[in-house]
Nanobody, 127 residues
């Protein structure tokens, strides 16, 4: 049974930081990703990382968020700095994403490209 377990969410003030973790069990995946869904909005891609460690980011988080992975632990991290109220959302980890050698742009984060999803962790940023 494949499991993705997120942790590290919480409440912070604007400008603060959080580090999300996603522990994967069952297999090793070529591409992992982080997505988020704010109330009343569609789920959107935030960041991805492929097996070679190449990160890709959506424009709104570039320079503030960093995705990384520890292959020995089958764990992916999302370091979030400079948080803004508009970053408030449930953050989801995803696995088994598309293979890529360069960042395609927004199409890389198509939800159907990722085969497995975690349950999500809440991130709330207050102004």
């Amino acid at each position: 049974q494949v499991q993705l377990v997120e942790s590290g969410g919480g409440s912070v003030q604007s400008g603060g930081s959080l580090r999300l973790s996603c522990a994967a069990s069952g297999s090793t995946y070529s591409t992992m990703g982080w997505f988020r869904q704010a109330p009343g909005k569609e789920r959107e891609g935030v960041a991805s990382i492929n097996s070679a460690g190449l990160p890709c980011y959506t424009d709104s988080v570039k320079g503030r968020f960093t995705i990384s992975q520890d292959n020995a632990k089958n764990t992916v991290y999302l370091q979030m700095n400079g948080l803004k109220p508009e970053d408030t959302a449930i953050y989801y980890c995803a696995a088994d994403g598309p293979k890529y050698s360069y960042c395609w742009g927004p199409h890389l984060f198509r939800l159907s490209y990722f085969g497995y999803w975690g349950q999500g962790t809440q991130v709330t940023v207050s102004s």
